[in-house]
T-cell receptor, first 114, second 111 residues
Framework: AQSVTQPDIHITVSEGASLELRCNYSYGATPYLFWYVQSPGQGLQLLLK??????LVQGIKGFEAEFKRSQSSFNLRKPSVHWSDAAEYFC????????????FGGGTRVLVKP | GAVVSQHPSWVICKSGTSVKIECRSLDFQATTMFWYRQFPKQSLMLMAT?????????EQGVEKDKFLINHASLTLSTLTVTSAHPEDSSFYIC???????FGQGTRLTVV
């Protein structure tokens, strides 16, 4: 069975500072990995995804993530956080690229200090 | 880009009544839709997978008679919460057949 762990429930970061959100997964085969952002009361927006190839993935809004198979990790990073990045972030794992169930991590809430 | 439109965005209903939530794929054919439930400050839990023209597949522990899913066309999937109770209050989100397309979510409050 696949599972996803996001160790940090809350992270507070100052505007302009860098951000890193951790994600660890458990899956028997090569996973498909995703990061989503959710604003309060809204659906999810896909930030980026990893299927294969280059392990450093670029996404929207200046985010990137690095797949490290040896560590079963897919951490999300942003060099300089903006106040609008305050939201809930979810890491997810899937077994196929499309049409497959996604298993989500518990989420990390990011607070941005002015 | 492809969009999944979900409505209503919020609904308040009385205990014992039924509520229908719709998810429409606006510019693509959705042979499959996924329905999730999200409790406050928690993650998304998959409830069921709806398949156009056939019965939905429910996850373990989800009452299929309580959460009725219909996927009668390639553009519409519906979730009906029957005989709603306060513990059914939650945020319900649908997803299209690809990983990118989520509905906006429906906040259900049962009073």
């Amino acid at each position: 069975a696949q599972s996803v762990t996001q160790p940090d429930i809350h992270i507070t970061v100052s505007e302009g500072a860098s951000l890193e959100l951790r994600c660890n997964y458990s899956y028997g085969a090569t996973p498909y990995l995703f990061w989503y952002v959710q604003s309060p009361g809204q659906g999810l927006q896909l930030l980026l995804k990893y299927f294969s190839g280059d392990t450093l993935v670029q996404g929207i809004k200046g985010f990137e993530a690095e797949f490290k198979r040896s560590q079963s990790s897919f951490n999300l990073r942003k060099p300089s956080v903006h106040w609008s990045d305050a939201a809930e972030y979810f890491c997810a794992v899937g077994a196929e690229a499309a049409g497959n169930k996604l298993t989500f991590g518990g989420g990390t809430r990011v607070l941005v200090k002015p | 880009g492809a969009v999944v439109s979900q409505h209503p965005s919020w609904v308040i209903c009385k205990s014992g009544t039924s509520v229908k939530i719709e998810c429409r794929s606006l510019d693509f054919q959705a042979t499959t839709m996924f329905w999730y439930r999200q409790f406050p400050k928690q993650s998304l839990m998959l409830m069921a997978t709806s398949n156009e023209g056939s019965k939905a597949t429910y996850e373990q522990g989800v009452e299929k008679d309580k959460f009725l899913i219909n996927h009668a066309s390639l553009t519409l999937s519906t979730l009906t919460v029957t005989s709603a109770h306060p513990e059914d209050s939650s945020f319900y989100i649908c997803r299209g057949s690809t990983e990118a397309f989520f509905g906006q979510g429906t906040r259900l409050t049962v009073v």
